[in-house]
């Protein structure tokens, strides 16, 4: 290869991969929307906790119902296939509640979108591998996180503008636009006519571009259904995928009912001050992720992860428990607790198992239906004796991965600075 092929190759490699760090920034804006709303769902639809938890229960059940299917689907198809699928799924979701914005459309659509989030969530590591270089994966794989994380954080922010502008800022182009779309008690289903507009453009860019060949390492391919099904009887397999379900449950959990708990109990404007606090969580989330890697470089991780469910069990507690001031600052703050959870229980799956990774993931990430399940448990519990007994549930969930700390026998550990000494 010539020295210009070869830096046009790289060209179009950083273009890739920057266009792989866009579409984790777009799946998490998204994702992390759902959490602020609930309040504004409850109030406009007049709504049981029970049925507004059905609403994140429809969103991540997707991800159990498609994860698999989804990298069978790669298998037959490619991941450009995949992926444009994907963002075609969110597309009509999107479009579907910002025309019809009924709570029946509502829990349809965000089946829709959830289902288009698994498939790229499937599809997108193998691409930064091959995009990237397998040399740069550990730093692209950071990065990306990164990334999603400020998507995270910028999303209740995203909301709280928008229910605060659409239909009073007529000087602003995209907001008088989107005042004429949306009926005028509900401002914030402005967000899925921008949502529907993102998502189409995001589908086209990457119908139109070239994708890499991706080629698949053994340990990488997702296997047939019998693998699966010998998986599935594995103790350690089903002993991770709890533990899957059980973090997403309690970072779900808090997540979607934080905003409603400060309403109810604190009498914080949900539209600001349960927002920001939404925003933080996911704010927090990620700079814990960013300043976990360099813990994970001196401790154990299984001892991490036992710290930093207590710190979250404890947080949690004052929380639920303690006076408005306090419930502001602890909820957020449940968030820096929780980052290093989801990386820290994957390794540790995957280091438990000597073969069949690739299959082993699917079934992890089948796991974060959790998000569906344990939202929908606090809302029901919530009916019948309040909100904070429902959010006691998460005592539960956060107390599993707690136990994780203590069973966990990987066949690999984290490599530490002290390992490396001796």
């Not at 930064?128 to 550990?138: P, Q, T």
């Not at 399940?373 to 519990?381: F, H, K, S």
């Amino acid at each position: 290869m010539t020295p210009s092929a070869t830096a046009a190759a790289e060209e179009r490699s950083r273009r890739m991969v920057g266009l792989l760090f866009l579409i984790f920034f777009v799946m998490s804006l998204l994702t992390n929307v759902l959490a602020p709303i609930i309040p504004d769902i409850l109030q406009t639809f007049r709504l049981s906790l029970t049925a507004a938890g059905f609403l994140p229960f429809s969103f991540f059940v997707a991800y159990g119902v498609m994860s698999i299917p989804a990298g069978l689907l790669i298998s037959a198809y490619s991941e450009k296939t995949v992926i444009v699928a994907g963002f075609a799924a969110a597309t009509c979701g999107a479009l579907s509640f910002a025309v019809f914005p009924v709570y029946s459309v509502a829990v349809v659509s965000l089946f829709v979108i959830g289902c288009g989030m698994a498939m790229l969530q499937v599809s997108i590591n193998p691409l930064l591998r091959v995009s990237g270089g397998e040399e740069n994966m550990a730093f692209n794989s950071a990065l990306a996180q990164l990334i999603f994380g400020s998507a995270s954080f910028l999303s209740p922010i995203l909301y709280s503008y928008l229910v605060q502008h659409v239909g009073r800022d007529r000087s602003n182009l995209m907001l008088a636009a989107l005042a004429r779309l949306v009926p005028e008690h509900l401002p914030w289903v402005s967000l899925y006519w921008l949502f529907t507009v993102i998502s189409g453009v995001m589908m086209i860019t990457l119908w139109v571009t070239r994708f890499p060949a991706v080629q698949l390492k053994a340990d990488e391919k997702v296997g047939t259904w019998p693998t699966h099904r010998t998986l599935l009887r594995n103790r350690i397999v089903l002993l991770y995928f709890i533990s899957t379900f059980a973090y997403v449950g309690s970072e779900q959990g808090t997540a979607d009912w934080m905003s409603q708990f400060l309403a109810t109990y604190h009498h914080f404007d949900p539209q600001t001050s349960g927002a920001y606090a939404v925003s933080w969580f996911w704010g927090l989330l990620t700079a814990g992720c960013l300043s976990g890697l360099l813990l994970l470089k001196i401790f154990d991780s299984a001892r991490i992860l036992t710290v930093f469910s207590v710190a979250a069990i404890v947080t949690l507690s004052a929380a639920l428990f303690g006076p408005g001031s306090w419930a502001l600052i602890a909820f957020p703050l449940i968030g820096l607790f929780a980052s290093l959870m989801w990386p820290v229980i994957i390794s540790l799956a995957l280091n438990s198992l000597a073969e069949h990774h690739g299959s082993f993931s699917g079934i992890l990430c089948t796991g974060i239906a959790g998000g569906a399940v344990v939202p929908l448990l606090i809302g029901r519990i919530g009916d019948r004796f309040g909100l904070r007994a429902g959010m006691t549930f998460l005592y539960l969930t956060f107390g599993w991965v707690l136990s994780v700390g203590f069973w966990a026998n990987p066949l690999v550990k984290n490599k530490t600075i002290r390992a490396r000494a001796e």
